[in-house]
């Protein structure tokens, strides 16, 4: 059997074959996500017979996914075999594309990187060749891996916009024909594809790899280039009824008139982003306020990099005081969704969060100020600790998720 075979149940099998199939899964899950195992522990844990899950294990062997890892040491009697995951077995895609970059992970089935490269240089632009130079990117890196392509079980892509995931379709960049982004990608790469809004990606990766320890309600925001929210609810990501959730940044909260990406005005992104950062500070420093960039760089050559490198590296007055007035807005209307969803964590990451407590602090206290403190009271503040890695990693986990589906 072909690993990829597990991504989808067929309801043509019979009932007992749907059964061995989720064990089966059931299984590799267990040994790939918590380590070696013995039967015994994997009939208790999974619930089917000792002679059942032996066969199964039997032909996990043979399909090279499990090996025998030794023996469990015993006071007594004969010493139970434990099994373990092959890494080699499969291998799983992480890609997230930014507006300027894209970044690329491999992961191996014990989920350790193989390789990731970060930061690729890529212009994403809503045009087919933008989407062309997109896929020869992920078959450069494909093919520059010691890795047999057959043995990457799936691609996950992290792309910005309304997602619908569950079918495939991108509706902001790449939607040009009837036919699925993702089917698209995949017969362009020849490697399954799925696509994933870039922030719950994010929200995913933290959550399984990051800051998030026990907690299983949590709301990621994602202060980029735009504003965006993942949503963790009983530890799954929430989609809402068409895939389309999390899109805060996007509430018409300013009475501008700044015209917001989506067409719209007075979008709470167009006075809290990366972007809007990038705005205002340009608009002060043609009002004649001073900048240490002031003498570096003329005034249109200034970028988002640029003015949160000022911050990080050198204090600049001027962008602490911007970043203070846009954690402040942010965290002003985070407080209604505070309200509404009661949630144990927050998590800030997003290319605004390398300022950290810049940041964070006019967040926290914004929100202190306009939620029911019965509801803050709780509630715990932490920065993003995958930082620029939580899409790709996210990705792979959604990926695997995939293919466990059902488990």
Same mark, same amino acid.
């Given at each position: 059997?072909?690993?990829?075979?597990?991504?989808?149940? @067929?309801?043509?099998?019979?009932?007992? /074959?749907?059964?061995?199939?989720?064990?089966?899964?059931?299984?590799?899950?267990?040994? +790939?996500?918590?380590?070696? %195992?013995?039967?015994?522990?994997?009939? @208790?844990?999974?619930?089917?017979?000792?002679?059942?899950?032996?066969?199964?294990? !039997?032909?996990?062997?043979?399909?090279?996914?499990?090996?025998?890892?030794?023996?469990?040491?015993? /006071?007594?009697?004969?010493?139970?075999?434990?099994?373990?995951?092959? *890494? %080699?077995?499969?291998?799983? &895609?992480?890609?997230?594309?930014?507006?300027?970059?894209?970044?690329?992970?491999?992961?191996?089935?014990?989920?350790?990187?193989?390789?990731?490269?970060?930061?690729?240089? $890529?212009?994403?632009?809503?045009?087919?060749?933008?989407?062309?130079?997109?896929?020869? &990117?992920?078959?450069?890196?494909?093919?520059?891996?010691?890795? #047999?392509?057959?043995?990457?079980?799936?691609?996950?892509?992290?792309? !910005?916009?309304?997602?619908?995931?569950?079918?495939?379709?991108?509706?902001?960049?790449? $939607?040009?024909?009837?036919?699925?982004?993702?089917?698209?990608?995949?017969?362009?790469?020849?490697?399954?594809?799925?696509?994933?809004?870039?922030?719950? %990606?994010? /929200?995913?990766? #933290?959550?399984?790899?990051?800051?998030?320890?026990?907690?299983?309600?949590?709301?990621?925001?994602?202060?980029?280039?735009?504003?965006?929210? =993942?949503?963790?609810?009983?530890?799954?990501?929430?989609?809402?009824?068409?895939?389309?959730? =999390?899109?805060?940044?996007?509430? *018409?909260?300013?009475?501008?008139?700044?015209?917001?990406?989506?067409?719209?005005?007075?979008?709470?992104?167009?006075?809290? +982003?990366?972007?809007?950062?990038?705005?205002?500070?340009?608009?002060? &420093?043609?009002?004649?306020?001073?900048?240490?960039?002031? %003498?570096?760089?003329?005034?249109?050559?200034?970028?988002?990099?640029?003015?949160?490198?000022?911050?990080? #590296?050198?204090?600049?007055?001027?962008?602490?005081?911007?970043?203070?007035?846009?954690?402040?807005?942010?965290?002003?209307?985070?407080?209604?969704?505070?309200?509404?969803?009661? *949630?144990?964590?927050?998590?800030?990451?997003?290319?605004? +969060?390398?300022?950290?407590?810049?940041?964070?602090? *006019?967040?926290? +206290?914004?929100?202190?100020?306009?939620?029911?403190?019965?509801?803050?009271?709780?509630?715990?503040?932490?920065?993003?600790?995958?930082?620029?890695?939580?899409?790709?990693?996210?990705?792979?986990?959604?990926?695997?998720?995939?293919?466990?589906?059902?488990?």
């Amino acid at each position: 059997m072909n690993l990829s075979d597990l991504i989808d149940i @067929s309801d043509t099998l019979s009932l007992s /074959a749907q059964k061995l199939l989720l064990l089966k899964k059931g299984i590799i899950k267990r040994l +790939s996500m918590t380590g070696e %195992a013995t039967i015994a522990e994997l009939s @208790s844990e999974l619930t089917f017979s000792i002679p059942t899950v032996t066969k199964i294990i !039997s032909e996990l062997i043979t399909e090279e996914v499990v090996f025998e890892t030794g023996k469990l040491g015993t /006071a007594g009697g004969r010493k139970p075999k434990q099994f373990g995951i092959n *890494p %080699a077995a499969c291998y799983f &895609l992480g890609i997230e594309v930014n507006r300027y970059s894209v970044s690329i992970g491999i992961q191996n089935f014990r989920n350790n990187f193989i390789k990731l490269t970060e930061n690729i240089d $890529y212009k994403l632009e809503n045009n087919r060749e933008s989407l062309d130079e997109l896929c020869n &990117l992920i078959n450069t890196f494909v093919d520059d891996l010691m890795i #047999e392509r057959k043995k990457i079980i799936g691609a996950c892509i992290s792309l !910005s916009g309304r997602i619908n995931s569950t079918v495939g379709y991108s509706y902001s960049y790449f $939607y040009f024909d009837d036919k699925p982004l993702s089917e698209i990608i995949e017969s362009k790469i020849k490697i399954k594809t799925f696509l994933e809004n870039d922030t719950r %990606a994010m /929200a995913y990766g #933290e959550y399984n790899y990051g800051v998030v320890e026990k907690e299983k309600n949590v709301i990621f925001l994602n202060i980029g280039l735009g504003v965006g929210i =993942g949503i963790i609810i009983d530890g799954k990501l929430y989609y809402g009824k068409s895939g389309f959730s =999390g899109e805060f940044g996007h509430s *018409p909260v300013f009475d501008n008139e700044i015209i917001c990406h989506c067409g719209k005005k007075g979008c709470l992104e167009t006075e809290t +982003s990366g972007v809007a950062l990038e705005r205002k500070f340009k608009d002060k &420093l043609m009002l004649g306020y001073k900048s240490i960039l002031s %003498a570096r760089k003329s005034v249109d050559d200034i970028n988002t990099d640029d003015i949160l490198k000022a911050v990080i #590296e050198n204090g600049d007055t001027l962008a602490i005081e911007i970043i203070n007035e846009i954690g402040n807005n942010i965290g002003r209307y985070l407080s209604m969704l505070i309200n509404i969803f009661n *949630p144990e964590l927050i998590v800030i990451g997003g290319i605004l +969060s390398k300022t950290d407590v810049y940041i964070r602090l *006019p967040i926290k +206290s914004a929100v202190h100020k306009h939620s029911i403190s019965l509801v803050n009271v709780d509630m715990e503040m932490k920065m993003s600790t995958l930082g620029s890695k939580a899409g790709v990693i996210g990705a792979c986990c959604i990926l695997r998720d995939k293919l466990f589906h059902g488990v």
